[in-house]
């Protein structure tokens, strides 16, 4: 059951690296995605990398605190919509949507990390 919910997350961080790639600047938000997915998918075949992930962690705290201002601003504002169209019509939405997908790629790299500290048979690969 573990490998199929590593399995799941993955190809859902794929997804999500794939849908990214029609935005302008999305090839820095496919690669945000798609090593976390790769990282999952290694998983499934019990090859564990717990310093990319350490990594991975920390990037995406220290950017996911550049977009603090503006998800108070968008708080300011009385929560207005985010997801009405796929233009942002104010500059902070597009900020608050990728302060949000930074916000799933923490909680995933979180559930990772905690992998190990809750499981055995998770042996660290050699180039950990």
Do not use: H
């Not at 059951?1 to 999305?26: R, W």
């Not at 998918?41 to 564990?48: E, G, Q, R, V």
């Not at 550049?66 to 900020?95: C, H, N, R």
């Amino acid at each position: 059951m573990k490998k199929v919910t590593y399995l799941v997350i993955s190809i859902l961080l794929l997804l999500f690296a794939i849908v990214q790639l029609n935005d302008t600047d999305g090839w820095k938000w496919f690669l945000a995605y798609i090593v976390p997915s790769i990282l999952f998918a290694l998983l499934y075949f019990s090859k564990y990398f717990e310093k990319p992930a350490k990594l991975l962690l920390i990037t995406y705290g220290c950017v996911s605190l550049l977009y603090v201002p503006d998800f108070f601003t968008w708080a300011k504002d009385g929560f207005p919509t985010i997801v009405d169209s796929m233009q942002a019509q104010t500059p902070y939405i597009e900020f608050v949507r990728e302060f949000f997908g930074l916000i799933i790629l923490l909680a995933s790299m979180i559930y990772y990390l905690r992998l190990k500290s809750v499981s055995d048979d998770l042996a660290p690969s050699e180039s950990s």
